[in-house]
């Protein structure tokens, strides 16, 4: 299936981060999902932590692109340019043969969405590209027994997009990927300290809120939330100008929106189905996932048993990794991942 003199790559190029994992090496690269351009010009000029940096300190000549949106890729030229920054990175060098690349896709997606993440990894110098539902690769990686007849739940609620599969045999019964995750609380909570204090911030404050506060429930605050003050230079503001103790109801507020696509897809599997996520419970991946109290929270939501996988962020590619170490073994004949044609999708 593979070219033997191939290097071989998995790749979870998520909205916020991008995780780099090389064939019998492991995950190399984990980078945020951002690049910078001189102002005048259309050169990369930093990628990933020094480009985060340079937004962080608003440099004027610089501007910061965010390629991927909503989990999907929403700049072309910028993906390919930090998907050719990454591989290179991971293998260390330029590789003299164009590497076989499996990567994660949304677990819900156009065929133009699809076509276009192929696309930019052709272009960035990949050879054969494979995808991988996110929802199947994100239960993979969380260790859950994704050959097992039983149904089995899985949500990555990352940065751009919540993925909701349910796996039986291998395989994804039924999928959700609502738009909805860690980037629609950062503008619940911005919405929200507008709307009662009368102070606009930037998305990357709200998300630096949303970190410091860290938790959808009061009682689970570490310390004092007084004295925040934001690192993003357009945000003008002094320690205790914000009121933070309503953010942990605010994000729990969010969430339950996330929340209803779940259950709305439990409700869709037959009664056998749903009685076996009763018993089973649900994993929750995904940097969101990182939130103290989600899980109790969304059991009381939900009804359900609920537990958050142990490295909520790693799960998607190391999920890759299992597969990339025996892609022949977990083909399935096809059915678990798609191979990615030159001339079409299939």
Same mark, same amino acid.
């Given at each position: 299936?593979?070219?033997?003199?191939?290097?071989?790559?998995?790749?979870?190029?998520?909205? %916020?981060?991008?995780?780099?994992?090389?064939? !019998?090496?492991? &995950?190399? +690269?984990?980078? $945020? @999902? =951002?690049?910078?351009?001189?102002?005048?010009?259309?050169?990369?000029?930093?990628?990933?932590?020094?480009?985060?940096?340079?937004?962080?300190?608003?440099?004027?000549?610089?501007?910061?692109?965010?390629?991927?949106?909503?989990?999907?890729?929403?700049?072309?030229?910028?993906?390919?340019?930090?998907?050719?920054?990454?591989?290179?990175? %991971?293998?260390?060098?330029?590789?003299?043969? !164009?590497?076989? &690349?499996? +990567?994660?896709? $949304? @677990? =819900?997606?156009?065929?133009?969405?699809?076509?276009?993440?192929?696309?930019?990894?052709?272009?960035?110098?990949?050879?054969?590209?494979?995808?991988?539902?996110?929802?199947?690769?994100?239960?993979?990686?969380?260790?859950?027994?994704?050959?097992?007849?039983?149904?089995?739940?899985?949500?990555?609620?990352?940065?751009?997009?919540?993925?909701?599969?349910?796996?039986?045999?291998?395989?994804?019964?039924?999928?959700?990927?609502?738009?909805?995750?860690?980037?629609?609380?950062?503008?619940?909570?911005?919405?929200?300290?507008?709307?009662?204090?009368?102070?606009?911030?930037?998305?990357?404050?709200?998300?630096?809120?949303?970190?410091?506060?860290?938790?959808?429930?009061?009682?689970?605050?570490?310390?004092?939330?007084?004295?925040?003050?934001?690192?993003?230079?357009?945000?003008?503001?002094?320690?205790?100008?914000?009121?933070?103790?309503?953010?942990?109801?605010?994000?729990?507020?969010?969430?339950?929106?996330?929340?209803?696509?779940?259950?709305?897809?439990?409700?869709?599997?037959?009664?056998?189905?749903?009685?076996?996520?009763?018993?089973?419970?649900?994993?929750?991946?995904?940097?969101?996932?990182?939130?103290?109290?989600?899980?109790?929270?969304?059991?009381?939501?939900?009804?359900?048993?609920?537990?958050?996988?142990?490295?909520?962020?790693?799960?998607?590619?190391?999920?890759?990794?299992?597969?990339?170490?025996?892609?022949?073994?977990?083909?399935?004949?096809?059915?678990?991942?798609?191979?990615?044609?030159?001339?079409?999708?299939?």
């Amino acid at each position: 299936m593979n070219l033997p003199w191939a290097d071989e790559l998995a790749i979870d190029l998520g909205t %916020a981060t991008i995780h780099v994992c090389v064939k !019998n090496d492991g &995950v190399v +690269v984990r980078e $945020p @999902t =951002v690049l910078a351009y001189g102002a005048s010009s259309r050169r990369p000029v930093a990628y990933g932590w020094e480009a985060r940096r340079m937004l962080e300190h608003g440099l004027e000549d610089v501007r910061v692109v965010q390629p991927i949106r909503d989990g999907v890729v929403a700049d072309f030229d910028a993906a390919v340019a930090l998907l050719r920054h990454c591989i290179h990175g %991971a293998l260390g060098r330029r590789p003299l043969f !164009n590497p076989t &690349v499996l +990567v994660a896709r $949304p @677990t =819900v997606c156009t065929s133009v969405e699809e076509r276009a993440l192929h696309d930019a990894l052709r272009a960035a110098g990949a050879g054969r590209v494979f995808t991988v539902q996110k929802a199947l690769a994100a239960a993979i990686g969380a260790g859950q027994p994704v050959d097992a007849v039983e149904t089995h739940l899985s949500v990555d609620i990352g940065a751009g997009a919540t993925d909701i599969g349910a796996v039986s045999m291998g395989m994804l019964t039924a999928a959700a990927a609502p738009r909805l995750a860690g980037d629609y609380l950062d503008q619940a909570i911005l919405r929200h300290i507008k709307r009662l204090q009368g102070i606009r911030i930037t998305a990357t404050t709200a998300e630096e809120i949303k970190c410091r506060v860290g938790t959808v429930d009061r009682t689970l605050v570490n310390g004092s939330l007084s004295g925040f003050s934001p690192s993003s230079p357009t945000d003008n503001l002094q320690a205790d100008d914000l009121q933070l103790d309503e953010i942990p109801d605010v994000v729990a507020g969010a969430l339950t929106t996330i929340y209803d696509e779940i259950a709305w897809l439990v409700e869709q599997l037959p009664p056998k189905a749903r009685a076996e996520i009763g018993a089973n419970g649900i994993i929750v991946t995904g940097g969101t996932a990182l939130l103290k109290g989600l899980s109790d929270h969304m059991a009381g939501y939900l009804g359900l048993p609920v537990r958050v996988a142990t490295d909520p962020m790693s799960c998607t590619v190391l999920g890759l990794q299992s597969v990339l170490n025996d892609m022949s073994a977990l083909s399935l004949e096809g059915r678990r991942f798609r191979y990615a044609a030159a001339t079409g999708l299939f």
